[in-house]
Nanobody, 115 residues
Framework: QVHLVESGGGLVQAGGSLRLSCASSESIFSFNNMGWYRQAPGKQREFVARISARGNPWYADSVKGRFAISRDTAKNTVYLQMDSLEPDDTAVYYC?????????WGQGTQVTVSS
């Protein structure tokens, strides 16, 4: 059973920054991709960013240039640096680990951006 534990959420003013962390119980090289999704109230969960086993990043258009995904392979941890935060970024952020078609999820961490 894969366990993913997120941390780093909180309340921040618009224009501020937060860094989310996701610690995996398994080696991150076990996964095809690790990344982040988010779900705002009343909306569907949406893709934010991911990083492949080879270290290649992808981003949703809405966060390009503002968010950066990275990893520490020694700690089996993936990070999401979020800068220039906007109120529309308010959501529960979920860590995700993908093995082929199997998806594993963390419990989520709340990010609230005030205007």
């Amino acid at each position: 059973q894969v366990h993913l534990v997120e941390s780093g959420g909180g309340l921040v003013q618009a224009g501020g920054s937060l860094r989310l962390s996701c610690a995996s119980s398994e080696s991150i090289f076990s996964f095809n991709n690790m990344g982040w999704y988010r779900q705002a109230p009343g909306k569907q969960r949406e893709f934010v960013a991911r990083i492949s086993a080879r270290g290649n990043p992808w981003y949703a258009d809405s966060v390009k240039g503002r968010f950066a995904i990275s990893r520490d392979t020694a700690k089996n941890t993936v990070y999401l640096q979020m800068d220039s935060l906007e109120p529309d970024d308010t959501a529960v952020y979920y860590c995700n680990a993908q093995i082929v078609v199997q998806m594993h999820w963390g419990q989520g961490t709340q990010v609230t951006v005030s205007s």
